[in-house]
């Protein structure tokens, strides 16, 4: 019979998997973001080798320095923007459910992360694949009985902000802060919630026609080094081997706050674990 323990990373690694080159445009890397709805990319050499990570943290860090566009009138722009603009109206949790059932909903939902709602409508916290990384770590380890998903959740003041707040206040906000989500509050109750990706996509709207020309130029004069993706990726990269246990594997999931783990096999990267890819 099959344990935590004895299930390896390379039984529930996918092999599928979007990546990039080191010495494309950083634009079309955050389009390759958006399009394939993924949070980050691997950064591979021409041998398969993991060279690094580019997410949608790089991206906006990329954004928010206008590496990548001119002077534009784009901050101009992004005050026009306001959360109430950008929010969707994402699924929540109710405060009376089951930390398990709330796991479930995240699996089932495909989603990272929820808020928790009390039974009158108060935003209570964010109960999120990280929160359920260690409800896995407390069942394997200490046999932990289930409790309700309030007993899990996190509540940062500075993951909420109004539906006033302006594009640049939100894509700083994410700059600083490791959040992919954040909350819309009014009159202490939840309005709605920005996601990393959709201010990303936002601001790219915004700034679409001079960052195009930006990049248009680069492929005519020579990339820059500051608008390729080897500039902005992460090159300090947490990873897993095809032989580690699952359990392993979830405790460098909760000593990085990594979302994705590069499989490695000889330094070369042959699948990808994602956290919903263990919580399954």
């Known amino acids: 019979m099959e344990t935590a323990m ?4 390379a039984e529930i690694m996918t092999q599928r998997l979007v990546s990039a080159q080191a010495e494309i445009h950083v634009l079309d890397a955050i389009e390759r973001l958006i399009a394939h709805r993924v949070s ?7 041998s398969g080798h993991l060279e690094g990570r580019f ?5 906006i860090a990329a954004m928010d320095l206008a590496d990548i566009s001119p002077a534009s009138g784009c901050a101009g722009q992004f005050q026009r923007f306001t959360a109430a603009r950008i929010a969707q109206g994402h699924p929540v949790l109710q405060s009376d459910m089951d930390v398990f059932q709330a796991v479930d909903f995240l699996l089932k939902g495909r989603i990272s992360g929820a808020p928790v709602v009390g039974v009158d409508g108060a935003f209570l916290g964010v109960f999120s694949e990280q929160s359920a990384m260690h409800v896995f770590i407390g069942m394997c380890w200490e046999q932990m009985p289930s ?8 509540h940062e003041p500075e993951r909420c902000i109004s539906s006033v707040t302006t594009l640049d206040e939100i894509m700083d906000r994410f700059h600083r802060t490791a959040f992919r989500r ?7 109750k939840l309005a709605g919630q920005v996601s990393r990706r959709e201010a990303l996509h936002a601001a790219l709207e915004c700034t679409r026609t001079s960052v195009v ?12 080094s500051s608008a390729r993706v080897g500039h902005w990726m992460q090159t300090d990269v947490p990873s897993v081997g095809i032989d580690d246990s699952v359990v392993s594997v979830a405790q460098t999931f909760v ?9 490695l096999n000889a330094g070369q990267m042959v699948g990808q674990i994602s956290r919903s890819d263990l919580l399954r």
């Open 40 to 46: 980050g990319i691997p950064i591979l050499d021409r």
């Open 182 to 188: 954040l909350m819309v509050i009014r009159d202490g």
């Open 55 to 59: 997410s949608e943290r790089n991206a």
């Open 255 to 263: 000593s990085t706050g990594a979302r994705q783990l590069p499989v």
């Open 147 to 154: 409790a309700c998903v309030t007993a899990w959740i996190s």
């Open 213 to 224: 020309v930006s990049r248009d130029e680069a492929f005519r004069d020579g990339v820059a």
């Open 6 to 9: 004895t299930i390896k990373a």
